[in-house]
């Protein structure tokens, strides 16, 4: 059974960071590209971040570039999405999710249940 | 960046009707059109990929079509358990950009 579980969300001040986990089994990790979704309070589903199968390849939204960073371990079976400078409109659900293929077709198969980041002070 | 526009934002329907919504992407994106329908508290769940094969365990009534810039999503006869948020995303080229959802919620 393929699982997606997420942690590392907390309550974090403006300008701070937080480094995202993602733990994966169930599915040959190196074989498929990752992602990050989020979804703030009374907003739609927005995307933020992919990697590669190894990682070579990353992308990002335009809203977070330059201040989050995404990574992955294949021999943890492991996704990370390291956050900075944070502001309060990075609030959100934060959610993994593999990719049905190793390239963009396909969409995203599994998600996991998401990590709450509120940014406050 | 490729712009996903859905339409209508929100819709009110009833058990049995058949339900359409559309999605319209800024630039020719193929068929790398996806489906999601998000429940409050749940995670999204991929109905619908590459425009039209509907993913494994996803019921019959759940259709897709298009191609280019012009997709739709088809839901035959609603159940109850159909009253979500529905997103289209493309996967052509990164940002995989999301529609800005669509409410279905009962009449």
């Known amino acids: 059974e393929v699982q997606l579980v997420e942690s590392g969300g907390v309550v974090v001040q403006p300008g701070g960071s937080l480094r995202l986990s993602c733990a994966a089994s169930?599915?040959?990790?190196?074989?498929?590209?990752l992602h990050w979704v989020r979804h703030a309070p009374g907003k739609g589903l927005e995307w933020v971040s992919l990697?590669?199968?190894?990682?070579?390849?990353?992308y990002y939204s335009d809203f977070v570039k330059g201040r989050f960073t995404i990574s992955r371990d294949n021999s943890q079976n492991s996704l990370y999405l390291h956050m900075t400078s944070l502001r309060t409109e990075d609030t959100a659900l934060y959610y993994c999710?593999?990719?049905?293929?190793?390239?963009?077709?396909?969409?995203?198969?599994?998600w996991g249940q998401g990590t709450q980041v509120t940014v406050s002070s | 960046d490729i712009q996903m526009t859905q339409s209508p934002s929100s819709l009110s329907a009833s058990v049995g009707d058949r339900v359409t919504i559309a999605c319209r992407a800024g630039?020719?994106?193929?068929?790398?059109l996806n489906w999601y329908q998000h429940k409050p508290g749940k995670a999204p769940k991929l109905l619908i990929y590459?425009?039209?094969t509907v993913q494994s365990g996803v019921p019959s009534r759940f259709s897709g079509s298009g191609s280019g810039t012009d997709f739709t999503l088809t839901i035959s006869r609603l159940q109850p358990e159909d009253f979500a948020t529905y997103y289209c995303q493309q996967s052509y080229s990164p940002p995989h950009t999301f529609g800005q959802g669509t409410k279905l919620d009962i009449k």
């Open positions: 169930g599915f040959i990790f190196d074989d498929y590209m």
């Open positions: 590459g425009a039209s």
């Open positions: 630039q020719s994106i193929s068929r790398y």
């Open positions: 999710a593999k990719g049905l293929s190793s390239s963009g077709w396909g969409g995203y198969d599994y």
């Open positions: 990697i590669s199968w190894n990682g070579d390849i990353t």
